[in-house]
DNA sequence: TTCAAACATGACCGAGCGGTCCGGTTGATG
DNA sequence: CATCAACCGGACCGCTCGGTCATGTTTGAA
């Protein structure tokens, strides 16, 4: 059992870390995300033993999110729609915030922390996957992992762009929406990634 | 006039340089590079004021890659094929060097040196994306600019998968192309972004 | 009210960074 | 071959970083 303190300063040292990886990338130093939570230096590494730690714990919760959100969507009656919501949602998880998702999933190919909580949503487009194809609402040689990595793609498309541009994400989201349509369909020219690949 | 060892040991820098942003992302320290160029910290600093003038002059390089191609492929007399091959070549430049242009894309809206480099691969993409829809080719809806981020996006998607997945972004490319087809076309959300938000 | 365990704190550490600078070296020029 | 400006190298500087630790403070159960 946690002290109530503890707790306390767990939640506003979280909500610190997100604000600030969210504005300066993932190279701010503790000591700031420290300052901003009001809190001394030494309480952050009491609470995570490292940095990628921290910033995993954020990701994390990040991705449950969307996860619950798809779980609701899988109950849809009108699966192409549910997918569609579902990458909706993702999409602006990630361009929330900008700069720290980037630094979370470059960071993913060597923290196994950051790793081993990607592949909750990826079960969960499986499924929003499968029952959209048995619909013939999207083109039926795409698979959940491809709609997870299509999710960064579409927030990454604008990160060259400057900061107040509100939503234009929507704009390549709607675009990749377009690509999934079976009416589109052209072959693809590479197999689909395989979850070993991802899992890594 | 450069001296004979300045200009090889130029060259040398911005080839160790680049291997070495690809391989580690934009935070590889100056000695690093030195080191595997073979030469001294100090020489670096002889040839680039500061590390991001370094780094941008890469970038830069990278670009002008593209363009030549670019403005070759105007020429062509199938406008829609060469637009796929102009968007074809970006992403194979981007996705050779993973997270070095990352880096740079996000640099870009910080450094003006960076910034300056991406107008012309813009201009040349406005004058493909023209000619193919005026061809019909492509959807009318999309702009020079859409091209130039789409670019990254497709690259960007395999960031989170592991390193041996060679040729995956063709896939993701694939599926933007048949995004850009007019027969899939459903009206876009958002606004193109304009080149004072993309020029910052 | 008491008190031990859990917690917070910030001075402190070693390491590594980007960038500077000057003594020695090299290459073009006549 | 002689000369000298251009160039190289790496010790060096100031600084900031992630992480530790001894000391003082708070909490909650008894």
Redesign the pocket.
């Known amino acids: 059992?946690?002290?109530?303190?503890?707790v306390?300063?767990?939640r506003l040292l979280m909500d610190a870390a997100a604000a600030e990886f969210a504005e300066n990338g993932m190279?701010?130093?503790?000591?700031?995300i420290a300052t901003r939570a009001?809190?001394?230096?030494?309480?952050v590494?009491?609470?995570f033993?490292?940095?990628?730690q921290l910033l995993a714990e954020i990701f994390s919760d990040r991705l449950e999110e969307l996860v619950t959100a798809g779980l609701r969507l899988a109950e849809s009656d009108d699966p192409g729609a549910a997918l569609f919501e579902f990458m909706t949602i993702g999409t602006e998880i990630q361009a929330r915030d900008r700069s720290f998702c980037q630094a979370a999933a470059a960071l993913s190919r060597s923290e196994s922390a950051v790793h081993a909580s990607r592949e909750r949503p990826a079960d969960v487009a499986e499924t929003l996957v499968a029952k959209a194809q048995r619909a013939g609402a999207i083109r039926d040689d795409i698979t959940g992992l491809d709609i997870v990595l299509l999710l960064s793609a579409a927030s990454q498309a604008v990160l060259s762009i400057s900061e107040d541009a509100p939503g234009l994400w929507q704009r390549y989201l709607a675009l990749i929406f377009d690509s999934l349509r079976p009416q589109n369909a052209h072959p693809l020219p590479t197999a689909a990634p395989t979850r070993a690949q991802f899992t890594g």
Not at 27 to 32: A, K, L, M, Q
């Open positions: 059992m946690m002290r109530a303190d503890a306390r300063n767990r190279d701010v130093s503790i000591t700031r009001g809190i001394g230096k030494g309480t590494f009491r609470h033993d490292t940095k990628e």
